[in-house]
């Protein structure tokens, strides 16, 4: 090869790379939008049970959306936009990187389970730790409209509460929760990429690669996703909205005191408290960020599957 042929395919092995991690975080920032009012409740859902408070959709939008309005369901977005940016495009990105580097050196079409779920659980743990300012700010916002007011922190922007977290409790609370939320987005990663990029493959002598393919396969992602996430999703909630007690100990230690402080005083089962709402979540914003990922990736020319 010519040393001007290789610098070609070193330039277009970059652009591709580049290619995959922008589709990734376009695909995720255009679903988490339309689908955002949706977190937001699986949110208060979560936090009234630690509370043991009814959790029914009815009694969450008596006593919270009626009070404050629907503009409630959207507290958050600027910090969740910009974390879903750059998440998305790390797990989504540097998982395809992964996968199309270990598919041209092996000369193969598909990754082994092993080779699929270390790229997949990689992937997720880099993207969110990359983010955890953004995704704890996020979730104090949606929290905030569930507390009394005088328990509210009441930021008034992303801005400000990022200002506002670094003056008052430090950098380091910036990454509080970081256990279990890599812990999910490694489970979430896992639960989404690894059953999609099998099923498609399993269902395309049925469906060939059509559009039916992709959507069955997002659908069984949807449910991987919610499934295997939640119980993280739970404990980092919890942990990143913590205030310290009156002595100054904070309620849990980290995500093992979390999970199993939340088993003896809701039950096992509230570990996947707001199943429903996360499933109403997670299974459409699987299958849109796939989808639209897919899609762009192969009109692009990135991929041709």
């Known amino acids: 090869m010519k040393r001007d042929d290789k610098n070609v395919a070193a330039r277009s092995g970059f652009m591709k790379n580049f290619m995959n991690i922008w589709i990734g975080g376009l695909a995720g920032t255009l679903s988490m939008t339309v689908l955002y009012p949706l977190e937001t409740f699986k949110t208060m859902v979560q936090v009234r049970s630690e509370a043991k408070q009814a959790v029914t959709v009815s009694a969450i939008f008596k006593e919270v959306v009626r009070k404050e309005g629907l503009g ?21 990105g540097l998982y395809y990187n992964y996968s199309d580097y270990i598919k041209m050196k092996k000369q193969k ?19 969110i730790f990359m983010v955890m300012p953004f995704d704890m700010i996020f979730v104090r916002f949606q929290v905030d409209t569930t507390l009394p007011k ?8 992303l801005g400000n509460a990022l200002c506002r977290v670094y003056n008052e409790e430090g950098l380091k609370t910036m990454w509080r929760g970081s256990i279990p939320a890599i812990a999910r987005a490694m489970a979430i990663n896992f639960g989404v990429l690894v059953p999609y ?7 395309a002598p049925y469906l060939g690669w059509t559009k039916k393919n ?11 996703a919610a499934i295997c996430g939640l119980p993280f999703d739970n404990a980092k909630i919890k942990i990143q909205k913590m205030r310290a007690d009156a002595n100054g100990k904070m309620p849990y230690k980290g995500l093992a005191d979390c999970l ?3 088993i ?10 707001g199943l429903i709402p996360v499933y109403l ?18 009109f692009l020319g990135v991929s041709k599957t």
């Open 264 to 273: 003896a005083r809701e039950g096992f089962l509230r570990l996947w408290a």
């Open 109 to 127: 079409q598909t990754l082994s389970f092993v080779e699929s779920s270390l790229a997949s659980t990689i992937a997720g743990g880099i993207g």
């Open 197 to 203: 990029e099998k099923c498609k493959n399993l269902f």
């Open 214 to 224: 992709y959507i069955a396969s997002s659908a069984v992602a949807g449910v991987g």
């Open 72 to 92: 409630c369901l959207y507290k958050g977005l600027a910090a969740a936009a910009v974390r879903q940016v750059f998440f998305v495009a790390m797990r989504i």
């Open 260 to 262: 199993s402080k939340t």
């Open 150 to 157: 005088e328990q509210r922190r009441g930021y008034t922007g």
């Open 281 to 298: 979540i997670a299974a459409p914003h699987a299958m849109m960020t796939l989808l639209i990922s897919d899609g762009l990736r192969i």
